[in-house]
């Protein structure tokens, strides 16, 4: 059965600072992972979605890693903004499974 | 237009009543889901609907019914409420890329369900 982890739970950081986000999983067979994002009192919303045959995909200041084998990934933000503040979920779909979510790490960014 | 809608967006009821939550979407998505978000944060998947047919069902207690009239909409309806239901529940729908396996996944804001 699927586990996904991620540390931090939690992160503070100042304004402009880059930081990375870890996401890991215990089952390699994955279609996709991606990276969400929630915001308090809001719904989750799909920031990035890296293929299994993938290693990375890039938005913006955003970069997503893959490393299937390891199962592990990671979330690049680069120059970090307050609003960037919010909690960070990722999901793995695997092959005839449904969505598996990590636990999140809440990101506080400081102006 | 909101692309995944789920009304209330708060819901207060005392234990033992029935309650239900609405959810549509008008993306066009096959499959539609619900998720409950406890209070440590978790989401976990209790149903997901595809073209109005339970595809999943994860040992969710029967007291809640799911209910797709088209596959536009899923409702989720709770029996005898109890105070451990109370959580933020999600609608969801997906779709898959062409030509891919790839699903993606979009999210309603959430209803948040207090059981007194």
């Known amino acids: 059965k699927q586990e996904v982890t991620q540390i931090p739970a939690a992160l503070s950081v100042p304004e402009g600072e880059n930081l990375v986000l870890n996401c890991s999983f215990t089952?390699?067979?994955?279609?996709?992972l991606q990276w969400f994002r929630q915001d308090p009192g809001k719904g989750l919303t799909s920031l990035l979605l890296?293929?299994?045959?993938?290693r990375e995909q890039t938005s913006g200041r955003l970069n997503a890693s893959l490393d299937k084998s390891s199962g592990r990934s990671t979330l690049y933000i680069a120059a970090s903004q307050p609003g960037d503040s919010a909690t960070y979920l990722c999901a793995v779909h695997n092959y005839g499974q449904n969505f598996v979510f990590g636990p999140g790490t809440r990101l506080s960014v400081l102006p | 237009d909101t692309a995944v809608s789920q009304t209330p967006k708060y819901l207060v009821t005392q234990m033992g009543n029935d309650k239900s939550i609405k959810c549509e979407q008008n993306?066009?998505?096959?499959?539609m889901y619900w998720y409950k978000q406890d209070s440590k944060k978790f989401l976990k998947i209790m149903f997901s609907?595809?073209?109005?047919?339970?595809?999943i069902n994860e040992t969710v207690p029967n007291r809640f019914s799911p209910k797709s009239p088209d596959k536009a909409h899923l409702n989720l309806h709770i029996n005898s409420l109890e105070l451990g239901d109370s959580a933020v529940y999600f609608c969801?729908?997906?779709?898959?890329?062409?030509?891919?396996?790839?699903?993606?996944?979009?999210f309603g804001s959430g209803t948040q369900l207090s059981v007194l």
């Open positions: 969801a729908s997906s779709s898959i890329e062409t030509g891919t396996f790839n699903e993606k996944l979009f």
């Open positions: 089952d390699s067979a994955i279609y996709n």
């Open positions: 890296i293929q299994s045959s993938q």
């Open positions: 609907y595809n073209n109005k047919e339970l595809i």
């Open positions: 993306l066009g998505h096959d499959t």
